[in-house]
């Protein structure tokens, strides 16, 4: 990492073993009676900000695992004059994470407040500052964010998924539309994001970035471990690229949720069908299986498709109504969150949590 000297801790390899098919069942965990269930979140974003609202409706036991790949807006301008890790998606999942009480709700429009100036701090969010000024002071990432969850009152712990800023790259197809079977290297989050033409896969660099530590631990130890959802291609599958991370969602004794968009997201993955997403998914990590696909029911226009597809990695599917009342591609924290409490009651066998 350029310009700031940040206290690594690498995380020991896994034990080794034989790696898991997909659809293969293996050894699960199970909570005890009465206990809430360990939960760990992967994504970025406005899609895992979602998911964490709901999450913290149901469990106090919450890990957020954030991807480090943005390099837009005012993230993208504190990593490249810093060097520090991009903020932003780490920041939002705080937000997501506090309460519905006056302080919570409070201090998530505080670290989500933007400057507008004439100046250089036009455009930066007060909790992209706090965070990286805790980090320059405290020189660790975890404890920093640690720091601010207390701060904040969060009902959950954010960890960043590596140590080190990462750059997304990405192979699309017809990205010029005079070479329409051409691919093309894209390079950064927010491009791809909002890339024309069709992504084909992606891949981070550097190449095997380490994971932190505490990120692979919260995976390992928990009962559920839910993916997205969220930007597929830029934030949902650069946790796959994580070759510690990888192992350890591989490992897990944890059930594995994986939850859906409500729409296909404009120049990322247009004409995508539900199944599409799961298949593009695989293709980047062939051994993970997943327990159980998480959909809306209205979102989902060939059911037999989707249930074929789950199956393939392993997994049910679950078709509930989580999108919002109004009409929008976004998920409603209520909805999701009993949707998720659901799946967790029925496929962990056991209940109540509470």
């Known amino acids: 990492m350029t310009g700031r000297s940040f206290r690594m801790r690498r995380v020991g390899r896994l034990v ?24 760990v979140a992967l994504g970025g974003g406005h899609g895992l900000s979602a998911s964490l609202a ?47 009480d006056d302080w919570g709700q409070t201090w998530a429009r505080v670290i989500k407040h933007r400057f507008e100036s004439r100046g250089e701090l036009h455009g930066h969010a007060v909790g992209n500052l706090l965070i990286v000024a805790l980090w320059e002071q405290l020189g660790d990432h975890v404890q920093a964010l640690d720091l601010v969850g207390k701060l904040l009152g969060a009902h959950g712990r954010v960890l960043p998924m590596s140590a080190v800023p990462l750059e997304l790259q990405a192979q699309v197809r017809g990205h010029d539309p005079d ?35 505490e990120a692979v631990e919260a ?8 993916l997205g959802p969220g930007s597929w291609f830029s934030s949902v599958i650069p946790h796959l690229l994580v070759p510690e991370l990888l192992d350890a969602l591989q490992q897990t004794r944890a059930r594995r949720v994986l939850s859906l968009n409500l729409a296909p997201q404009p120049g990322e993955t247009d004409g995508f069908s539900p199944q599409r997403h799961l ?51 976004t998920h409603d924290p209520e909805l999701l969150a009993a949707a998720y409490d659901r799946i967790f009651r029925m496929h962990g066998r056991i209940g109540p949590w509470r």
């Open 16 to 39: 080794p073993g034989r790696p898991q098919a997909a659809g293969e069942r293996r050894p699960q965990r199970v909570a005890r009676r009465g206990t809430q269930p360990k939960v």
């Open 179 to 213: 070479a329409p079977d051409d691919l093309t290297t894209v390079r950064g989050q927010a491009t791809v994001a909002l890339t024309p033409g069709e992504v084909q896969s992606v891949h981070v660099v550097p190449e095997d970035p380490p994971a932190v530590p």
């Open 54 to 100: 709901a999450l913290r409706r149901i469990t106090g036991d919450l890990t957020a695992v954030v991807t480090v790949a943005d390099d837009g807006g005012s993230s993208g301008r504190l990593r490249h004059e810093l060097g520090v890790l991009p903020p932003g998606d780490l920041r939002k999942a705080l937000a997501a994470l506090c309460g519905d």
């Open 279 to 329: 298949e593009v998914l695989a293709r980047h990590a062939p051994k993970l299986a997943l327990d159980v696909v998480l959909a809306d029911a209205a979102a989902v226009p060939d059911r037999e498709s989707l249930t074929d597809a789950a199956k393939r990695l392993g997994a049910t599917v679950e078709l509930a109504a989580v999108a919002s009342p109004d009409g929008s591609p």
């Open 219 to 226: 995976v390992l130890d928990a009962d559920w471990v839910v």
